[in-house]
């Protein structure tokens, strides 16, 4: 399989990034070539320096890169010579089987939109966060930021995107889908909550096991823990802010460090006919190797034709 | 001033309610009659125990209590012999000038609603939860649940009570306004936070200064932070969690332990005409020592003439 990366991407490119894949092609044995897309003249001599096994990559030369503030679709349109132009352009033409980029979160889903579209029946693509557990598990909090304002059906989706992705990558079986809502008992919620736990309830290809409050989104009572991108974005940056606190106070604590998000390397587009992973801008070498591993699992697992057999099978009911 | 008190009210009533009573008494030098109300069966032998200053108490008796699982509305209508029933009665009448409770949340709502009702200009009353900060203040979030779905001018609404909160009762100047989103920069948002930035921005009566993230919720950077109360509920409840989550990791940090929510008392409902303090279900004696304080405050705050002052100079506006 080849697997696509965008150099330029990030805060720290392509430094982080090349120290990413030398770690990813030290320690994991599998059958992957890397696609390095980035500028030549600055990658060159770093991948020199960290003296990569040249059978296991190839660098294709970007001369343009997106700025991570530019507005996505004006850059992606003015600049078809950046690394993100040119991984989603090497994507669509099956050149790579994946793509990631911890660059312009917003380019990059406007890429993923124009290029590679959405899973016939999937609505809304969407993105999640791994939600680190005590037990050593993760489990899947979605949407989280893309989509702000949701249709109940849109949160059935996602219940759905999310019970394959759990099953499959964090292989977790017959995978417990919970309603974030401000209740346990059903007749709770807001108007969104209120419509889709019907949806959730009658829908007979997923585990729905009823509401989750706040105070259960870290425990283990659900595997996967849907909402609207809103609030879904809102407690992940909450999240965020109690490892960067736990750093500042110097609480030393196993669990408390598996807030580090950025390290889980980045999120899928789940719902897009390709791997498409985007990487935290502030994305270092340990989140670069997650990722291309997070898109070696994806590919191997076969997640992406799971998806389309599921929502194949559901458009027939 | 007469402050009247739900001794039947709460997982661990009237006991936790009697420690309360007397750790104020015991502590807080004020000009303050409490007029406890509950069983006299259950509560004269505590009270004796607890060798109170008689001439700082009344006992009112309640021959019914209302359980923490009963339907509101119901419940109220079928026990007007409740110390929620009599304490609502009891402050419409105005020999009472606050009323608290830990007990049902759902009928300290309906008595609010029914028996004192909303100050004239305030379409939604609310309630919000104070937000530890490292620097030893204390930030204010609402809604935190009892407004699941709202308008862009709820919100607003929001904004002014929580200003004069943060003023007259947390002491803050001039409180800097932040709206609760997923973004820095106007334009970011949901629907509702789209349209609710202007409206802010425009408002002369609240300092706004912009879009929170849920990484600055714990920050100072904003004092007061409004959102709708599905988002504030779940961040409620997760930020509980955290407590219960230092407490089983023995984890000691000073700060980690302010997340203990159920010691600062209960939550105001503002907006409303008299001052009405509800309490956790699992409030225990400093909890409730401090519910009795805050009523204090409101009461010699003036905060509710200020609130009604400020929603009628907005009328004229």
Do not use: W
């Not at 090349?18 to 044995?29: N, R």
């Not at 380019?107 to 590679?116: D, K, L, P």
């Not at 729905?208 to 407690?235: H, M, Y």
Request: proline share 3%; aromatic share 6%.
């Amino acid at each position: 399989m080849r697997i696509g990366l965008d150099m330029m991407g990030g805060d720290f490119a392509p430094t982080e990034a090349v120290k990413g894949v030398k770690a990813f092609l030290d320690t994991v044995a599998a059958d992957v070539h890397l696609v390095l897309i980035g500028d030549e003249q600055q990658l060159l001599p770093l991948v020199a320096e960290a003296q990569l096994d040249q059978s296991k990559y190839s660098v294709v030369h970007s001369s343009q890169t997106v700025g991570m503030n530019e507005h996505p679709t004006k850059a992606l349109k003015e600049k078809p010579q950046s690394s993100i132009s040119i991984g989603f352009h090497l994507l669509k033409n099956e050149k790579i089987d994946a793509f990631i980029s911890a660059g312009n979160t917003g380019a990059m889903m406007v890429g993923t939109y124009y290029s590679i579209k959405a899973i016939e029946g999937v609505q809304r693509p969407t993105i999640s966060t791994l939600v680190p557990r005590e037990n050593g598990t993760y489990g899947l909090l979605l949407d989280v930021g893309i989509n702000a304002d949701c249709k109940p059906e849109n949160l059935v989706q996602f219940a759905i995107l999310g019970s394959l992705y759990s099953q499959h990558i964090l292989k977790i079986d017959n995978p417990k889908i919970g309603l974030l809502n401000i209740g346990e008992e059903e007749g709770k919620g807001n108007l969104l909550a209120l419509a889709t736990y019907p949806l959730l309830k009658e829908n007979k290809q997923i585990n729905f096991i009823g509401n989750i409050e706040g105070r259960d989104v870290l425990s283990e009572k659900a595997d996967v823990i849907v909402c609207e991108g809103f609030t879904g974005n809102v407690i992940l940056k909450m999240a965020e802010s109690f490892h960067e606190l736990a750093l500042r106070r110097n609480i030393e604590d196993d669990y408390m460090k598996k807030f580090d998000f950025e390290a889980y390397g980045g999120t899928p587009v789940l719902g897009v006919s390709k791997p498409v992973i985007i990487g935290h801008g502030i994305s270092k070498g340990l989140a670069f190797k997650n990722m291309i591993l997070l898109a070696q699992q994806m590919i191997e697992s076969k997640l992406l034709e799971k998806i389309k057999e599921s929502f194949v099978s559901n458009e027939k009911q």
